[in-house]
């Protein structure tokens, strides 16, 4: 069995404030678009098995793909075994990975989500449950249930479907750091504590996380700035970063802006080249067709 894993962009990303439990109350539009993993289910004689055409991409419990497996597995009331710590034995998961990684595009969720899925599928778990499983694994995951233009509220997973985003290209752009979730939070949380209000929202940004975790990686707010230089008609930082992306209405145009960034990251950033990738918005009814189960 083969599936696809889509990837995501914050839209904007508004944190409203720190809720009891620690995490942050958001309010964030996510937009999928059409880069994505793919991943390849299948029988086999063994114990659970992950592999990953990325070397620097965990196969062990550490990736989502593998604690949702287990976690389907659990719900759908099969034996628990000893060897594989639980999770499913006799299956094997291959992971191809296009999805840049820790850089806010979504794709370990996405792939856990994928996996849920079609698991959830072959072995009878309502969707009900198969959300609640997604949801318990990670703040990121229950979107990709939806996909589209979808408004997140609370930690980003109390989901209202939008009426989709008009079709535009997109420039992804990946410099060489990556940011974890936690930390970009925590640089967020340390920021405001020391600024005072009046002197955080000078720049137009649509990600709060953009300026704290600038601050850590300023090849970032180079890249936003580069990119509405090559004519995005809006740029910033997606998710927790430190992927960032541009919008454009015109295929061309994208393209011409890719190739600017990429000279860019040759020329004047050299130790943080960028990866640049061209990709486009997808509709929630195209991803429901291509993604869905
Ligand atoms: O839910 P997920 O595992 O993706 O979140 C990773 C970390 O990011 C959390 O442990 C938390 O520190 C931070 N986070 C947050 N508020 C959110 C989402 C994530 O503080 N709404």
Not at 28 to 49: C, K, M, N, Y
Not at 149 to 167: I, Y
Not at 204 to 225: K, Y
Request: glycine residues 10%; aromatic residues 6%; positive net charge.
């Amino acid at each position: 069995m083969r599936v696809r894993a889509f990837a995501k962009i914050n839209l904007s990303l508004r944190v409203l404030g720190v809720r009891s439990d620690g995490y942050h109350e958001l309010r964030t539009v996510f937009q999928s678009v059409a880069l994505h993993d793919t991943l390849t289910i299948r029988e086999w004689a063994g114990p659970f098995a992950l592999t990953c055409n990325d070397p620097r991409c965990p196969t062990d419990r550490r990736n989502l793909v593998w604690r949702a497996a287990e976690a389907v597995w659990k719900v759908a009331g099969r034996p628990a075994r000893s060897r594989g710590r639980g999770a499913p034995p006799g299956l094997s998961i291959h992971v191809s990975k296009r999805i840049p990684m820790d850089a806010g595009f979504g794709g370990g969720s996405s792939d856990a989500v994928a996996v849920i899925r079609a698991l959830g599928r072959e072995w009878r778990v309502a969707e009900g449950r198969q959300r609640a499983i997604a949801a318990a694994l990670g703040a990121d995951l229950p979107y990709f249930f939806e996909g589209g233009t979808v408004l997140g509220l609370e930690r980003g997973d109390l989901l209202f479907p939008l009426v989709d985003h008009p079709a535009a290209w997109i420039v992804l752009a990946i410099p060489a750091c990556g940011v974890s979730t936690t930390e970009a939070f925590s640089w967020l949380d340390a920021d405001r504590a020391e600024r005072p209000r009046s002197e955080r929202s000078r720049l137009t940004v649509t990600n709060d996380l953009q300026g704290p975790v600038s601050r850590h990686h300023p090849e970032i707010a180079r890249l936003v700035r580069a990119l509405e230089g090559a004519g995005a008609s809006r740029a910033a930082m997606s998710g927790s970063g430190s992927g960032v992306f541009g919008l454009f209405a015109e295929r061309a145009a994208a393209i011409r802006a890719a190739a600017a960034l990429a000279a860019l990251g040759n020329r004047r950033v050299s130790r943080f080249t960028p990866r640049v990738l061209v990709t486009r918005t997808v509709s929630r009814r195209a991803y429901e067709r291509l993604a869905g189960n």
